[in-house]
């Protein structure tokens, strides 16, 4: 039983909170980062949000990345017993490695989420997420987390886990739709980590997490999930909105963000930090040939893809993001995690807010030829995405922000195709070559996987 410490301290709701036998008790930050999903299959949201006033803005310019972290995130988890010290020694260990801002031309920024120990932007949510469940995580009590992965999250998450004490994780990804490093990554953190190479879809994959969570039989192996279901991976994404803001920006400047999306978590984070009070002028959601978004936006009907569409941007290979669920809470809504609508939204403020734009291979391979050849600028599958939907959106007079979610050498094939060279690899690959293989099959079935987990070690 967690305590509260703090007078209104803010509590975490269900999005199913308000369905028939839905869940309606509030909860600290500590038990939603332990549960992951709500008791009634729901995702997790903050009751209320803190504000950012244009003075905490301005008194955040020239901050480092880990003392905006403290700053914006605080609020969030001060609850917790951790204690405000320790607090700024978690975010400074998490983020020790820089975060560039790479000109792309006039008014368009490049920020580069791809300097992590494991070359992804999800080792900014991972990192942090894992040093608080450490740090929360009651003595002698085991966890298990579970994460289904189409790429970069798995191995972030792995990685940020990997030694920790009490905690066993499993990588759930599709066998067929990650790259030849990706699969490489993710097969060879080891340690207290398994990765579950899955004959099928993410979305399957993803299917067969939630349905573990909502299992009784598993109750007693401590299940939580390190993916954007869980609010400690969504909070953290929020940051480097802040930061990229702080880096581009004059006082009270409204930006645009185009941000690469497949479960949406990313761009939520987008909209967390426009709510908290981050001048944005535009979010654009950037998907790939999975367009059940884009197509909502247009029609007002929701029809998720099943099965999802193998693209060359794999990380965004969704065609039900888990994540929409909390746009549809935010905006009026409910959406089942099936992906069947119980209330719609309000579409002319989801409209009027957000822009999402579908990016087919074709396109985002043109987008990575003429980004060198005409800047000498090196784009990755989903970044690509994301400078091109920007592009088709309309630019604005506004300056504009696009995501570059992974570093390009993890998609050695894409770019010797297209420019004829495969990048230098990061430092943070070499340290693969000496691990053993730690990966097993599973059968596309969620008996297979409850085995596997009942199953010691």
């Known amino acids: 039983m967690y305590i509260l410490s703090v007078v209104n301290a803010i509590r975490y709701i269900s999005t199913n909170r308000q369905r028939p036998g839905g869940d309606p008790a509030a909860v600290s930050f500590a038990e939603a980062l332990e549960r992951g999903l709500a008791p009634d299959?729901?995702?997790?949201?903050?009751?209320r949000l803190p504000r950012l006033t244009p003075d905490d803005l301005e008194r955040l310019r020239g901050a480092s990345y880990a003392e905006i972290a403290d700053y914006v995130l605080w609020p969030f988890v001060e609850d917790c017993g951790i204690g405000r010290a320790a607090f700024r020694s978690l975010c400074a260990d998490a983020y020790d490695f820089e975060v560039p801002l790479e000109a792309y031309e006039e008014g368009v920024w490049l920020l580069r989420l791809d300097r992590g120990p494991t070359a992804s932007f999800k080792d900014f949510?991972?990192?942090?997420?894992?040093?608080?469940?450490?740090?929360?995580?009651?003595?002698?009590?085991r966890r298990t987390v579970l994460v289904a992965t189409s790429g970069d999250t798995g191995s972030a998450v792995g990685e940020a886990f990997r030694g920790l004490e009490g905690f066993r994780v499993f990588l759930l990804y599709p066998a067929a739709e990650v790259s030849r490093i990706q699969k490489?990554?993710?097969?060879?953190?080891?340690?207290?980590?398994?990765?579950?190479?899955?004959?099928?879809?993410?979305?399957?994959?993803?299917?067969?997490?939630?349905?573990?969570?909502?299992?009784p039989r598993l109750a007693g192996h401590g299940l939580t999930s390190a993916n954007s279901?869980?609010?400690?991976?969504?909070?953290?994404?929020?940051?480097?909105?802040?930061?990229?803001?702080?880096?581009?920006?004059?006082?009270?400047?409204?930006?645009?963000?185009?941000?690469?999306?497949?479960n949406f978590g990313n761009s939520f984070g987008c909209e967390l930090a426009r709510r908290m009070g981050l001048p944005v002028a535009?979010?654009?959601?950037?998907?790939?040939?999975?367009?059940?978004?884009?197509?909502?936006?247009?029609?007002?009907?929701?029809?998720?893809?099943?099965?999802?569409?193998?693209?060359?941007?794999?990380?965004m290979n969704v065609g039900n993001p888990s994540n929409l669920a909390r746009y549809f809470d935010w905006y009026g809504?409910?959406?089942?995690?099936?992906?069947?609508v119980e209330r719609a939204p309000d579409l002319d403020a989801m409209r009027a807010r957000l822009e999402s734009v579908s990016v087919d291979d074709a396109a985002t391979v043109e987008r990575i030829r003429r980004a060198w050849h005409e800047r000498g600028v090196l784009l990755e599958p989903h970044?690509?995405?994301?400078?091109?939907?920007?592009?088709?959106?309309?630019?604005g007079r506004e300056v504009a922000i696009c995501l570059e979610t992974a570093h390009p050498a993890k998609?050695?094939?894409?770019?010797?195709?297209?420019?004829?060279?495969?990048?230098?690899q990061p430092p943070s690959f070499e340290r693969l070559g000496g691990r053993t293989a730690a990966v097993e099959p599973l059968a596309p079935d969620y008996e297979a996987l409850h085995r596997r987990l009942a199953r010691e070690p």
Not at 41 to 47: A, H, R, T, V
Not at 185 to 212: M, W
Not at 234 to 254: D, S
């Open 411 to 424: 998609f050695p094939e894409v770019m010797e195709r297209e420019l004829g060279f495969a990048p230098l």
């Open 184 to 215: 490489f990554q993710l097969d060879h953190i080891g340690d207290n980590v398994t990765a579950l190479s899955v004959d099928g879809t993410f979305d399957l994959c993803q299917s067969l997490v939630k349905e573990a969570f909502l299992d």
């Open 333 to 340: 809504g409910r959406l089942t995690r099936e992906g069947r």
């Open 125 to 141: 949510a991972a990192r942090w997420m894992a040093r608080m469940m450490a740090a929360l995580r009651p003595p002698g009590r």
């Open 41 to 47: 299959g729901g995702l997790y949201l903050p009751e």
């Open 282 to 315: 535009r979010l654009i959601l950037a998907v790939n040939a999975n367009d059940e978004f884009p197509r909502f936006l247009a029609t007002g009907r929701y029809e998720p893809l099943s099965p999802s569409r193998a693209c060359l941007s794999n990380a």
């Open 229 to 262: 279901i869980n609010i400690g991976r969504i909070l953290p994404q929020a940051v480097y909105y802040v930061y990229a803001w702080l880096r581009t920006a004059r006082a009270g400047e409204p930006v645009t963000f185009s941000v690469p999306s497949g």
């Open 383 to 395: 970044g690509a995405v994301g400078v091109e939907a920007l592009e088709r959106a309309g630019r």
